[in-house]
């Protein structure tokens, strides 16, 4: 493999085909040894060499803005300089403690709770699970089923929640369970607040309650088939499913029901979480206070993975040792996560993510003159720009792609997801400047209005 060329990181530049001649070795090693799970790199093919803040360079010496940032979990960007030395301090002092408590698990766990809003804090338990947003998912339904003595979910269409067993069977996604036999039972689905393509096929002029209502009746109908749940499931925000945003009274009314019926309300913020959409959690743009916050991916804000759930204490059930987990316990996650906390009220970070968002916004939404342009809709730095055939209606699943493909080679690492992948999405870090958010939406743009089907 040639030797790297250096080259500082402040605007995209692309030299050569894609993949280059490094990546393409690289990739074909890849693939002859990794598992055929594999997927960015599928789609996005580099390898990647180095990274700071919004930008990564590949092994060719290429370099893109990444607005995928580890599908969000890098927050403050690749390689935060003081996020780097929190964790390298922490190295020489202690790396991993099990459920021991420890000073910085301490510091840890008081700056995730200064987070919640203040009447919150209080009757807040905190469970530290296995390292992913699939394990807390896990945890918090195994919590409500404890607690409650009940067995069913309810969940939405749309919803992704991980994949594991437990968490795939509440995810929406059909293709990776019809694939594997046995599933965890007892999941119910439910329609979801997306109104632009109503999951009951009314006029989103006409719908702005049928969901919930159907919701409500199906849990209130004594001939119903739905035994009273152990919880409900949602996500504010549908990130996998297209960047969908909840409305404001679908939440509201889903959060009303669950209380009347003593059902707890699992909010799942493992992508919505630690300041994504301009405040720290989603829910407090809701108004509502849900009885069990899953949260993961941004915590440590440089990738060191972390997993938890927060919960209404009422319901801390658990027995000793009936949840655990060896890497609970990741010390540099919970330096890091203290330091990301620090620096997030420090420069104003929630505040950049609304501004930044209200850019993105000013600069997406002209793109809804394009009849390929089904919808843009977004909050804070959670984007999704919705393709699809305008004879048809049908989502622009090739074109997504080839959107994503102009994109990368312009220089814009971006992402796709939705139904049938025809949603584009980017998830910018929350300290993203206004001179890369005005670089990376004219990519964007150019990607879309160039290359129409």
Same mark, same amino acid.
Request: glycine share 10%.
């Given at each position: 493999?040639?030797?790297?060329?250096?080259?500082?990181?402040?605007?995209?530049?692309?030299?050569?085909?894609?993949?280059?001649?490094?990546?393409?070795?690289?990739?074909?090693?890849?693939?002859?040894?990794?598992?055929?799970?594999?997927?960015?790199?599928?789609?996005?093919?580099?390898?990647?060499?180095?990274?700071?803040?919004?930008?990564?360079?590949?092994?060719?010496?290429?370099?893109?803005?990444?607005?995928?940032?580890?599908?969000?979990?890098?927050?403050?960007?690749?390689?935060?300089?003081?996020?780097?030395?929190?964790?390298?301090?922490?190295?020489?002092?202690?790396?991993?403690?099990?459920?021991?408590?420890?000073?910085?698990?301490?510091?840890?766990?008081?700056?995730?709770?200064?987070?919640?809003?203040?009447?919150?804090?209080?009757?807040?338990?905190?469970?530290?699970?296995?390292?992913?947003?699939?394990?807390?998912?896990?945890?918090?339904?195994?919590?409500?089923?404890?607690?409650?003595?009940?067995?069913?979910?309810?969940?939405?269409?749309?919803?992704?929640?991980?994949?594991?067993?437990?968490?795939?069977?509440?995810?929406?996604?059909?293709?990776?369970?019809?694939?594997?036999?046995?599933?965890?039972?007892?999941?119910?689905?439910?329609?979801?607040?997306?109104?632009?393509?109503?999951?009951?096929?009314?006029?989103?002029?006409?719908?702005?309650?049928?969901?919930?209502?159907?919701?409500?009746?199906?849990?209130?109908?004594?001939?119903?088939?739905?035994?009273?749940?152990?919880?409900?499931?949602?996500?504010?925000?549908?990130?996998?499913?297209?960047?969908?945003?909840?409305?404001?009274?679908?939440?509201?009314?889903?959060?009303?029901?669950?209380?009347?019926?003593?059902?707890?309300?699992?909010?799942?913020?493992?992508?919505?979480?630690?300041?994504?959409?301009?405040?720290?959690?989603?829910?407090?743009?809701?108004?509502?206070?849900?009885?069990?916050?899953?949260?993961?991916?941004?915590?440590?804000?440089?990738?060191?993975?972390?997993?938890?759930?927060?919960?209404?204490?009422?319901?801390?059930?658990?027995?000793?040792?009936?949840?655990?987990?060896?890497?609970?316990?990741?010390?540099?996650? $919970? %330096?890091?996560? /203290?330091? @990301?906390?620090?620096?997030? *009220?420090?420069?104003? =970070?929630?505040?950049?993510? +609304?501004?930044? &968002?209200?850019?993105?916004?000013?600069?997406?939404?002209?793109?809804?003159?394009?009849?390929?342009?089904?919808?843009?809709?977004?909050?804070?730095?959670?984007?999704?720009?919705?393709?699809?055939?305008?004879?048809?209606?049908?989502?622009?699943?090739? $074109? %997504?792609?080839? /959107?994503? @493909?102009?994109?990368?080679? *312009?220089?814009?690492? =971006?992402?796709?997801?939705? +139904?049938?992948? &025809?949603?584009?999405?980017?998830?910018?870090?929350?300290?993203?400047?206004?001179?890369?958010?005005?670089?990376?939406?004219?990519?964007?743009?150019?990607?879309?209005?160039?290359?129409?089907?």
């Amino acid at each position: 493999m040639a030797p790297l060329v250096q080259r500082t990181m402040t605007e995209p530049r692309v030299d050569c085909d894609l993949p280059g001649p490094n990546s393409a070795e690289l990739l074909a090693r890849q693939d002859r040894r990794e598992s055929n799970a594999r997927t960015y790199p599928r789609h996005l093919p580099i390898a990647l060499a180095e990274a700071s803040g919004s930008f990564v360079r590949d092994v060719d010496g290429n370099v893109f803005i990444d607005f995928l940032a580890g599908a969000g979990v890098l927050s403050l960007g690749h390689n935060h300089p003081e996020l780097v030395r929190s964790v390298t301090a922490q190295l020489g002092v202690l790396t991993h403690g099990l459920d021991f408590p420890t000073p910085i698990k301490d510091e840890f766990l008081e700056a995730q709770l200064s987070m919640l809003p203040a009447a919150m804090r209080d009757r807040t338990k905190v469970h530290f699970c296995g390292p992913t947003g699939a394990n807390a998912v896990e945890a918090a339904i195994k919590l409500c089923k404890l607690a409650t003595g009940r067995g069913d979910v309810v969940t939405f269409q749309g919803g992704f929640h991980g994949s594991t067993h437990a968490a795939m069977a509440v995810t929406g996604l059909v293709a990776p369970k019809s694939a594997l036999p046995n599933g965890v039972p007892g999941a119910h689905f439910f329609p979801f607040s997306y109104c632009s393509r109503c999951p009951i096929g009314l006029s989103p002029d006409t719908c702005t309650t049928n969901c919930v209502e159907y919701l409500e009746r199906s849990l209130t109908d004594s001939n119903g088939g739905i035994a009273r749940p152990a919880a409900v499931i949602l996500e504010l925000v549908q990130g996998e499913g297209g960047v969908i945003p909840a409305t404001a009274d679908f939440v509201r009314r889903v959060r009303a029901l669950t209380r009347e019926l003593d059902i707890p309300l699992i909010v799942d913020e493992v992508q919505t979480g630690c300041g994504r959409t301009g405040t720290w959690f989603a829910f407090e743009q809701y108004d509502i206070e849900p009885d069990v916050i899953v949260a993961s991916k941004a915590l440590s804000g440089i990738g060191t993975p972390i997993a938890l759930i927060m919960y209404n204490d009422k319901l801390d059930t658990w027995a000793a040792g009936a949840h655990i987990g060896t890497f609970r316990g990741n010390q540099l996650a $919970f %330096a890091a996560g /203290v330091e @990301a906390i620090r620096i997030m *009220r420090r420069d104003d =970070i929630l505040g950049n993510v +609304r501004r930044r &968002g209200a850019q993105i916004a000013d600069r997406l939404t002209p793109l809804l003159a394009d009849p390929w342009v089904r919808e843009v809709r977004g909050r804070g730095l959670m984007w999704g720009v919705e393709l699809a055939d305008p004879d048809t209606g049908r989502p622009a699943t090739e $074109f %997504a792609g080839a /959107v994503q @493909a102009r994109a990368l080679r *312009r220089g814009l690492i =971006i992402e796709i997801g939705g +139904r049938e992948d &025809g949603v584009v999405r980017i998830l910018p870090p929350l300290n993203v400047s206004a001179d890369v958010v005005d670089t990376a939406c004219s990519i964007l743009v150019d990607a879309i209005e160039t290359g129409q089907p």
